[in-house]
């Protein structure tokens, strides 16, 4: 029995029924929270099974010959975890919610998220993946700068949940940032937590624009026949994170 009939037998047995589907010809799993989502890198790892993480497929489809016996999951269904602290100024939200919805949560309570005002028809958690920037002026503003933590799923199967809501936190490298632009290759962001701001004054970011994204670079940077000092470093961290492969580099 191969790897990805292995794989579906034991998602079959342990998982409801609605949470595996067939989408253009590949199993795809739909968990509905984060331990369920860990449960499924854990089968994946004892099986060798590798993973492709897809949002709302409007960035990455997952078709074509690389994508065979690959196990797709999608974050479509973790989209129920919404909690808005208005007096501490952050937003939980779930990764398979509508990044453009956000403001119509934070409406009432005279808040906003600077990025969800940008024509971008994704995932906060493919939002995040794909480091969605934007221009402030003359000035990059990624969202990066309002991510303040996230709850991940390792390739391991491990829920780790990187970052701080608190306004000042411990010094050093904030890990949570090196999820953004990691396009799926590091983890699945179940849920992310932003920090948000007063409307009073939001008419000066009206006018920021989105910048195109691509996948290519981060593909490129972990290719083989790269030899360059960040393709180094972008390899080693793909291996410390990820030392399975479950979580290829494919398309």
């Keep these: 029995m191969s790897s990805i009939e292995k794989t579906i037998q034991e998602i079959k047995s ?11 010809g590949l ?12 449960s499924l890198f854990k089968i994946a ?13 409007n960035n990455v489809l997952p078709e074509g010959e690389s994508f065979k016996n690959i196990l797709v999951v999608k974050s479509d269904r973790l989209n129920q975890d919404v909690q808005t602290v208005a007096d501490d100024y952050y937003i939980k939200i779930g990764a398979g919610f509508p990044l453009s919805e956000i403001n119509t949560i934070l409406k009432d309570k005279n808040l906003w998220l600077p990025h969800a005002h940008l024509p971008f028809a994704g995932s906060v958690g493919g939002a995040v993946a794909g480091g969605l920037n934007s221009m ?3 000035h990059e503003l990624p969202l990066k700068k309002y991510l303040i933590k996230a709850e991940i799923v390792t390739p391991e199967g491990e829920i ?18 090196i999820y953004c632009g990691s396009w ?15 409307t009073e004054g939001s008419e000066e970011y009206q006018e920021i624009t989105m910048q195109k994204w691509s ?19 972008s390899k080693k961290i793909k291996l410390k994170f990820d030392p ?4 290829p580099v494919l398309g």
């Excluded at 972990?222 to 960040?230: C, I, W």
């Design 14 to 24: 342990q998982f409801h029924d609605d949470r595996l589907t067939y989408q253009k």
């Design 27 to 38: 199993p795809t799993f739909h968990p509905e929270h984060a331990e369920e989502t860990a």
């Design 45 to 57: 790892n004892k099986n060798n099974q590798q993973i492709f993480i897809a949002g709302f497929g």
């Design 136 to 138: 402030y002026e003359t």
């Design 160 to 177: 780790i949940e990187p970052g701080s809501v608190s306004f000042k936190s411990v010094s050093g490298y904030d890990i949570v940032k």
């Design 184 to 198: 799926g290759l590091l983890g699945m962001v179940v849920s992310a937590t932003f920090r948000i701001m007063p």
């Design 215 to 233: 996948r290519e670079k981060l593909v490129d940077s972990l290719a083989e026949s790269n030899t360059t000092n960040d393709a180094f470093y």
């Design 244 to 247: 399975n492969n479950i979580l």
